[in-house]
């Protein structure tokens, strides 16, 4: 997914100066966020764990006249993403627009039967339109995310009943991802639930 510019957001999520509805979120500094980088380099050295995933808060107004609009525009640049929305009243509004499942069950998704239950291991980030081959890093990157999937669907399902595809390439706006994908026929409700609070969070989105 490309990345989108404060200017973009703006675009979408204005409100006028002093508003209620302005929301107040503890950006940090670039100095927090080096810190943070200094210390998650030290403990991979130190083998506290192989990948971590860093992150920050950017502080943006928001209109919430103007959400729809917004939402529309995702659906018109990434198509493919699974764009998810959900709101909790007084707590907040969450949008997310990504390439990867984490568990989904009880339709019909890449022409799998419908009593499936599908993962997608989904790691490693280049341009769509590089033809460079895929370095170690990104190869290792995804190896970990589809290894700690594999294992936690054994620890709930019968090995012989779990099928694995990939790992290959996915296409996610302007970039180009490293995927697998795992399956399950003939699951259930409660199996989906069971993997889906075994399975999050990833190594793909925290670490590992």
């Known amino acids: 997914m490309s990345r989108v510019s404060k200017q973009e957001l703006r675009q979408y999520w204005t409100v006028?100066?002093?508003s209620s509805e302005l929301h107040s979120l503890d950006t940090g500094t670039a100095e927090d966020y080096t810190e943070s980088v200094k210390d998650a380099l030290q403990a991979i050295n130190e083998g506290k764990f192989e990948k971590v995933v860093l992150s920050r808060?950017?502080?943006?107004?928001?209109?919430?006249?103007?959400?729809?609009?917004?939402?529309?525009?995702?659906?018109?640049?990434?198509?493919?993403?699974?764009?998810?929305i959900f709101n909790i009243p007084g707590k907040g509004c969450w949008i997310s627009a990504s390439p990867e499942v984490l568990l989904a069950f009880g339709y019909s998704i890449m022409g799998a039967p419908h009593s499936s239950i599908i993962s997608h291991a989904l790691a490693g980030t280049m341009a769509a339109e590089s033809e460079q081959p895929?370095?170690?890093k990104e190869i290792r990157e995804q190896a970990?995310?589809?290894k700690y999937i594999e294992e936690k669907f054994r620890e709930l399902v019968p090995a012989e009943a779990i099928q694995k595809w990939g790992p290959g390439?996915?296409?996610?706006?302007?970039?180009?991802?490293?995927?697998?994908?795992?399956?399950?026929?003939?699951?259930?409700?409660?199996?989906?639930?069971?993997?889906?609070e075994s399975l999050h969070p990833t190594p793909a989105v925290c670490g590992f």
């Open 16 to 18: 006028a100066e002093g």
């Open 57 to 84: 808060k950017i502080k943006l107004p928001f209109k919430k006249e103007l959400l729809a609009p917004f939402i529309g525009r995702l659906f018109e640049k990434y198509p493919k993403a699974n764009l998810m």
């Open 134 to 136: 895929w370095a170690e």
């Open 144 to 146: 970990l995310v589809g």
């Open 169 to 196: 390439e996915q296409l996610a706006g302007n970039l180009k991802h490293l995927a697998s994908f795992f399956h399950v026929q003939g699951g259930n409700a409660d199996l989906a639930i069971m993997l889906a």
